[in-house]
Nanobody, 121 residues
């Protein structure tokens, strides 16, 4: 069973940084694309950044390009999202998603519980 556990969220000041981690278990981690998604109150969930299983494909939403960096460690079974220059509009519930097929943050089928990111202006 695919299990994903997010950590690293919390409160940051505008202009500050946070690093999210997504730890995977119960599946062959290096076979799966992993992505970060977010949902703010009253809005639909959107793809923030996704990384392919093992060939280096990466997607960033336009809103985070140049500020966020996704990376993965297939030995530790963890995907990271380094978030810099945070803006109040980055505040949302962040979810880690996984899928056996690569896509630029579309149609991921496995989800973590999510974690809150709050940005104070």
């Amino acid at each position: 069973e695919v299990q994903l556990v997010e950590s690293g969220g919390g409160l940051a000041q505008a202009g500050g940084s946070l690093r999210l981690s997504c730890a995977g278990s119960g599946f062959r981690f290096d076979d799966y694309a992993i992505g970060w998604f977010r949902q703010a109150p009253g809005q639909e969930r959107e793809g923030v950044s996704c990384i392919s299983a093992n060939d280096g494909k990466i997607f960033y939403a336009d809103s985070v390009k140049g500020r966020f960096t996704i990376s993965r460690d297939n030995v530790k079974n963890v995907v990271y999202l380094e978030m810099n220059s945070l803006k109040p509009e980055d505040a949302a519930y962040y979810y880690c998603g996984a899928d056996i097929l690569w896509s630029p943050c579309h149609n991921y089928n496995h989800w973590g519980q999510g974690i809150q990111v709050t940005v104070a202006s």
